[in-house]
């Protein structure tokens, strides 16, 4: 096997060097990145539970609102009642 001259060494510990150095700033962007990517998705799963609590939330007030509904229906048909016994009900038609 041939020998490398002192400069050819130089040239070859050079170029590995600059290899090493780029390797190592991949490395740290892609541990950088997978950082940013790992609070994204807490990001995203927090969104999830948001939305699945809104959710939550809307069929409980489309409870409330037909109950209320109900509850109104009732107070209606009690002061139709009420109007009919005190005569204050206009005739049906």
């Known amino acids: 096997m041939t020998e ?3 400069a ?3 040239l070859v510990l050079e170029h590995l060097r600059a290899i090493r ?12 990145l997978t950082t940013r990517v790992s609070s994204v998705e807490h990001g995203v799963a927090s969104l999830h539970g948001d939305i699945a609590a809104v959710r939550m939330d809307m069929a409980a007030l489309r409870m409330d609102m037909a109950h ?19 005569d204050l009900a206009d005739a049906p038609a």
Do not use: K, Y
């Open 68 to 86: 209320m509904g109900g509850r109104l229906d009732r107070v209606e048909q009690r002061l139709d009642r009420i109007e009919r016994r005190l």
């Open 8 to 10: 050819m060494t130089d």
């Open 4 to 6: 490398l001259s002192p």
């Open 21 to 32: 150095a780029d390797v190592r700033s991949t490395h740290e962007r892609l541990d950088a």
